[in-house]
T-cell receptor
């Protein structure tokens, strides 16, 4: 059973900031939150991972509230090439299995 | 980031034959690897957990005798689809992690299997 809930799809325009929220009400103490991007016919690509508060890297930011029951992936100034499916996963990265939810299909328009 | 590689990226086989897909962790040792399958426009479905040096554990509904998994070393896991049928045609993806809490799981590029 998937442990996460995300919007099925989102539309955006080039140059806009996109925020995708994921709900994970049953997150465990040891669980980290990881976001992946998947293009058609490719394996998921790691975007960002965090445990609490805010994490930022060169491509995205991840905001995690204090209760950790949700998280928001923020993509600054999206381009057409950011059109993809984005998955939010929770797990401890150790021997914990990742079950995928539906993901969010982001469609960036010109 | 860490690299997980799959081979072959695409394979076509005849019904009734077996086909092997390899998953390698190129720059780290993976005590655990995971195998997924994905149908077009659908999410990834976990098939099994591959444990180095021991038997794989399969998700409910996945036939262990049909999808043979071997994890003989810390850098290689193989998935063999035995007696393949057209309904086994799918995109198969592996993932691997170092097995420590907080370590990121990385995914392979995926392997397209077409059974004709």
């Amino acid at each position: 059973l998937a442990k996460t809930t995300q919007p099925i799809s989102m539309d955006s325009y080039e140059g806009q900031e996109v925020n995708i929220t994921c709900s994970h009400n049953n997150i465990a103490t040891n669980d980290y939150i990881t976001w992946y991007q998947q293009f058609p016919s490719q394996g998921p690509r790691f975007i960002i991972q965090g445990y609490k508060t805010k994490v930022t890297n060169e491509v995205a930011s991840l905001f995690i509230p204090a209760d950790r029951k949700s998280s928001t992936l923020s993509l600054p100034r999206v381009s057409l090439s950011d059109t993809a499916v984005y998955y939010c996963l929770v797990g401890d990265g150790g021997f914990n299995k990742f079950y995928f939810g539906s993901g969010t299909k982001l469609n960036v328009k010109p | 980031g860490a690299v997980v590689s799959q081979h072959p990226s695409r394979v076509i086989c005849k019904s009734g034959t077996s086909v092997k897909i390899e998953c390698r962790s190129l720059d780290f040792q993976a005590t655990t690897m995971f195998w997924y399958r994905q149908f077009p426009k659908k999410s990834l479905m976990l098939m099994a957990t591959s444990n180095e040096g021991s038997k794989a554990t399969y998700e409910q509904g996945v036939e262990k005798d049909k999808f043979l998994i071997n994890h003989a070393s810390l850098t290689l896991s193989t998935l063999t689809v035995t007696s393949a049928h057209p309904e086994d045609s799918s995109f198969y993806i592996c993932s691997a992690g170092q097995g420590s809490s907080g370590n990121t799981i990385y995914f392979g590029e995926g392997s397209w299997l077409t059974v004709v």
